[in-house]
């Protein structure tokens, strides 16, 4: 969900003639892998052959491989190995991969009473990796702990909190349900069937369940917050051991069945995730082979990139994909002065975005932004409420200094986040604070490791608040391929949560509420995108998010690797399904 080089080096490796080809190979087979963005547009490598071990790594460590408890994309991507959700999203290259399959489910939900219930089928015969028999009762347990205990498991959405009927606000969770009843909006009439009872209206509610929080999870198993240590598997894939921050192994699971499951295919014998590996060290292992795929998707680093762009043999290896992502930097509108509107606005002027694109690696890492939704989500509208305005190379700051003139705050000290195993979006913020010295503002950079970045810093107002944390290094993906998917967790008031908040502009604003809220109760697709590029404008006139870069993400794509596509279901990251190994 959420990235450098030099600005010599990026300079030179960023001219339009090093830009990527896009031409695909054989029909979307396996004849595409010796060209630039094959798996963009096919299968790379396309292969049914098992056996072998299939090596992914890591530059941090995930917040938590609990899928109820995560909200990057990556693990939404990598925990479908392990667990099945009610739905997800079919295996293909770019926007195909947007194809939303039942997965768990039978079939794709049954509305009723005018959208606010919704029904699904279990499969028959999907079985844990211990033997027990999946329920339907599994399914509403897993997504009582994952909304409503809150104070255990702060990390995912909580879409399901904020729209099912919760018992007029009384359920407080599993763990201190002391009747055990459980949620009354959530029915299981039979061990297959499961009923969603929602406030209102939601559209997109087939959407909300491929969310991993739909994953079943047995109430006598779960273990709270070491649940993420040995999740029981109804996957293709099983624990087989976990050396916290350093690997996870996964081996087939012996009681999936390709009968129960279209999707999946069980090809490797074992899946190896190695974490905390320096990113220079992972792009080299992905050239020689001993890494397959990078997990978290983000792309290589800016040296292997001027290595790769300057190479026409390595650069047939890349795919440069969208991935209905924005690098953006968050304003905090409950920290002083970025509480008034005027400071906001005099930012939005100020940041140089062409300087901070060329931190982040230039062009093809990312096209310069104006808009909180990224160019490939429907909705989107081309647009400029603050366009800046060049004199050659050097930013005009008029604009800028008249609105900070406005705001009054005068020289003002803030502090700055930005993830310290990311160096490119560590670049970016200092790029940033040396665009707003320029208008008196002395940021200081304070930075944290992905996997506590929203659980203990960023994503906490109270730490905000105690550190003046005025702004906030974010990039954001998509939670499902549509105007609401995007926005509704970074903008809905009714999202902040105290842990693990992504509205890290803590916007609250009543009109964008409601936008939203009656933009996913409309059953008309067209209505609901032009209310999206409504909800885009007003939190643009709101200036409480300052768009840099529509991200685009450069990708080596490993020759020993089988099966890749780069989807963007999940960020333009490959598909990781079904990733085998060439023998």
Not at 245 to 269: E, H, I, Y
Request: proline fraction near 5%; charged fraction near 25%; charge should be positive.
């Amino acid at each position: 969900m959420r990235r450098s080089v030099p600005v010599a080096a990026v300079a030179a490796i960023t001219s339009a003639g090093l830009l990527l080809a896009g031409c695909s190979g054989g029909k979307g087979s396996s004849e595409g892998s010796g060209e630039a963005n094959a798996a963009t547009k096919g299968v790379v490598n396309a292969s049914d052959e098992k056996g072998g071990t299939v090596t992914y790594a890591i530059s941090d460590a995930p917040e938590s491989f609990d899928p109820g408890n995560t909200y990057y994309a990556f693990i939404y991507n990598f925990s479908r190995l392990y667990a099945r959700p009610l739905t997800t999203f079919k295996p293909g290259p770019g926007p195909k991969g947007n194809e939303l399959v039942p997965d768990l489910a039978e079939s794709m939900g049954k509305p009723s009473d005018g959208g606010k219930t919704w029904t699904y089928k279990i499969r028959k015969g999907v079985k844990y990796d211990d033997g027990s028999t999946v329920t339907a009762q599994d399914v509403k347990y897993a997504v009582e702990r994952s909304n409503f205990a809150r104070d255990t498991l702060s990390l995912g959405p909580n879409y399901f909190q904020q729209f099912l009927k919760d018992n007029d606000g009384g359920y407080k969770g599993p763990y201190k349900d002391k009747s055990k009843a459980g949620l009354k909006s959530i029915e299981t009439p039979d061990e297959q069937t499961v009923v969603f009872h929602l406030k209102k209206p939601f559209a997109e509610f087939d959407y909300l369940v491929s969310a991993p929080q739909t994953a079943p999870v047995p109430q006598a198993k779960d273990k709270g917050a070491d649940y993420t240590k040995s999740v029981l598997s109804t996957g293709s894939y099983k624990f087989e051991s976990y050396e916290e921050g350093k690997k996870l192994t996964l081996v087939r699971n012996p009681q999936w069945s390709a009968k129960t499951d279209p999707l999946r295919k069980q090809l490797p014998d074992k899946i190896v995730l190695n974490l905390k590996v320096a990113q220079s060290t992972i792009d080299k292992d992905l050239k020689s082979g001993n890494t397959l795929v990078d997990l978290a998707g983000r792309g290589v680093d800016g040296q292997t990139q001027a290595q790769l762009l300057t190479d026409p043999k390595e650069k047939a290896n890349t795919d440069n994909t969208l991935g209905q992502r924005l690098v953006y930097t968050a304003l905090n509108t409950k920290v002083k002065p970025f509480d008034n509107i005027e400071c906001r606005k005099a930012v939005q002027y100020a940041i140089d975005k062409k300087a901070v694109q060329t931190s982040l690696g230039g062009p093809i890492r990312g096209e310069l932004a104006s808009t909180v939704l990224p160019t490939d989500i429907d909705g989107y509208q081309k647009y400029d409420l603050y366009p800046q305005k060049y004199d050659g190379d050097k930013l005009d700051l008029a604009e800028a200094k008249k609105h900070w003139d406005k705001c009054g705050a005068g020289k003002t000290t803030t502090t700055i986040l930005a993830r310290n195993d990311r160096q490119d979006e560590v670049d970016a913020a200092t790029t940033v604070i040396d665009s707003l010295k320029k208008i008196g503002v002395t940021a200081k950079i304070q930075s944290y490791p992905t996997s506590k970045y929203f659980s203990d810093y960023a994503g906490v107002p109270k730490f905000n608040k105690k550190n003046n944390v005025g702004l906030i290094m974010m990039q954001w993906g998509s939670d499902f391929p549509t105007g609401y998917g995007y926005l509704q967790q970074i903008l809905n008031g009714k999202a902040i949560s105290q842990s693990g908040n992504t509205n890290l502009s803590e916007l609250d604003d009543p009109e964008i509420n409601k936008l939203l809220d009656s933009a996913i109760a409309n059953t008309d697709k067209a209505a609901r995108e032009k209310a999206y590029a409504e909800i885009d404008k007003k939190t643009m006139e709101q200036a409480a998010i300052v768009p840099l870069t529509y991200f685009k993400v450069l990708m080596y794509r490993s020759p020993k690797a089988t099966n890749l596509v780069s989807t963007s279901a999940f960020s333009g990251q490959y598909d990781y399904l079904n990733i085998g190994v060439k023998k």
